[in-house]
């Protein structure tokens, strides 16, 4: 198995937000960090990384993104699209940043390097878009109208047990009795 620094030769770390994303580029051989950038999460912005990224390198470049169905969902699209391999990172633990603080580029920095040393075939790859995406969120929607209507229902129970309306809350209420 190949890790990632025998594979690629830059590594750039990103840091996903709703606003703005943060970009780090390692050199994945030595870890030495290239650059650091901040760019917005519209179109042109991740048009503009894009353009930050190839202007900065010469070789090939792995991202690692967080949030690949979230935030960075826009920038792992371009970045597929434009040919980039795109490795999916999990954010690192608080503990990381006891001693040294927490920024967006330090982020960026830690989500590059959590691949560098990596085996590439273990990386964690995006998930696809489209029906899957679409399923994905037709069935959390689902799931979470459930839980509500459960909620509801629990909450207008335990009304019935403080106030007396003539109705026998020792068992589950009927439809008709919400009604």
């Not at 990103?14 to 030495?32: K, N, P, Q």
């Amino acid at each position: 198995m190949t890790i990632v620094a025998q594979l690629f030769e830059h590594v750039v770390g990103i840091d996903t937000h709703a606003r703005t994303h943060t970009y780090c580029l390692i050199a994945a051989a030595t870890g030495a960090v290239i650059d650091t950038a901040t760019f917005p999460t519209t179109k042109a912005g991740n048009a503009r990384a894009i353009n930050w990224i190839v202007r900065r390198t010469n070789g090939s470049v792995l991202a690692a993104v967080e949030g690949t169905s979230s935030y960075g969902s826009g920038i792992t699209a371009a970045l597929a699209e434009a040919g980039f391999d795109v490795a999916e990172v999990r954010p690192a633990a608080r503990a990381t940043h006891a001693h040294q603080g927490k920024s967006d580029a330090l982020d960026a920095e830690a989500a590059a390097r959590a691949v560098a040393g990596r085996e590439f075939d273990r990386l964690a790859k995006p998930r696809q878009a489209g029906q899957r995406t679409a399923l994905r969120v037709l069935l959390a929607s689902r799931s979470i109208l459930d839980q509500q209507r459960t909620a509801n229902r629990n909450a207008l129970l335990a009304l019935l047990r403080s106030v007396d309306l003539g109705i026998d809350a020792r068992k589950p209420l009927t439809d008709a009795q919400v009604a």
